[in-house]
């Protein structure tokens, strides 16, 4: 009996000295279980995406919260929403210049004297009423350019008029001369001088009339010309709409502008003159040497 005590007794302090040594729970690990809880929402959701995360937004009050991207989101917020305004046309680039007559210039030259007969000549206007017209000398003429242009015509004695350029006075004309037809010449000396000594210059003259357009004769949908008539300053440039947008047309030496394939024929039309001025008219019909007056007309200088 004494035996099986001592064993019994051996064996209860080996267990509890077996029980003794055995490893205990870690320190910090309640703590790492903590921060798992307490993770930055943007760590959590990120890991949930396959896209790149953007780094956590700083804490408030931080001085990394007053960021440039962050004030501007701010702003956008608190900004009224924007509005729709229609505005104008910006103003269009002057046009070049109609060629060698332009504005505040004063020409120097000759006047001779040619019989008019009813006005009409290499600019193409038709019959006139009113004779104080010149012809422009070739190199001025400007293979038409000079069509419609109103110039003041000063000779030496003072006299001086106003004349409407309608025609062409070729070769031997020299540059600055003008041949006026004999009504207007009369004005500034007898007829039988025959030359006289001049200035003149470019006027853009008061008028009520308002200018108008004209189809050449032969014209259709597949070939035009386009004539202005009765305009104020001289043209500089016409276009036709068409579907690719605005298409500038080419000047003949008789006054016209041709669209050679029928482009914008019977469409808008838009024209510019020396200043730069654009015109617009619309409805115009595509009907052959018919001149249909429009409601506009170029500004005065």
Same mark, same amino acid.
């Given at each position: ?17 077996? +029980? ?72 269009? +680039? ?189 409805? +115009? ?17």
């Amino acid at each position: 009996m004494l035996g099986t005590a001592v064993i019994l007794t051996a064996a209860g302090v080996l267990f509890c000295l077996m +029980t003794a040594m055995l490893p205990g729970p870690k320190a910090g690990a309640g703590a790492d279980a903590g921060t798992d809880v307490a993770a930055p929402a943007a760590t959590r959701t990120g890991a949930a995406s396959s896209a790149p995360t953007s780094p956590a937004p700083p804490a408030a009050g931080s001085p990394a919260a007053a960021t440039p991207s962050a004030t501007a989101a701010a702003t956008t917020a608190a900004a009224p929403p924007p509005t729709a305004k229609k505005t104008p046309p910006a103003a269009s +680039t002057p046009a070049p210049s109609a060629g060698r007559i332009r504005p505040d210039t004063t020409y120097k030259g000759v006047a001779t004297a040619y019989a008019a007969g009813d006005g009409n000549g290499a600019c193409l206007f038709g019959p006139s009423d009113d004779l104080m017209i010149a012809a422009m000398n070739t190199t001025d003429y400007e293979s038409s350019r000079a069509c419609g242009a109103y110039v003041r015509v000063r000779a030496a004695n003072g006299a001086s008029i106003t004349v409407r350029i309608t025609n062409e006075c070729p070769l031997p004309c020299a540059p600055g001369q003008l041949d006026l037809s004999e009504q207007a010449f009369a004005k500034l000396a007898e007829l039988k001088v025959g030359r006289i000594p001049i200035t003149w210059s470019l006027v853009s003259p008061r008028t009520s009339d308002a200018l108008s357009l004209r189809y050449k004769t032969g014209s259709s949908a597949h070939w035009c010309g386009i004539q202005v008539i009765d305009h104020r300053n001289p043209v500089a440039r016409l276009e036709v709409r068409t579907s690719k947008g605005w298409r500038k047309l080419p000047r003949t030496d008789y006054n016209y502008f041709l669209s050679a394939d029928g482009g914008g024929c019977g469409g808008a039309i838009r024209i510019t003159d020396i200043y730069g001025e654009q015109l617009t008219v619309d409805g +115009t019909a595509l009907l052959p040497n018919v001149a249909q007056p429009t409601r506009v007309q170029f500004a005065a200088h």
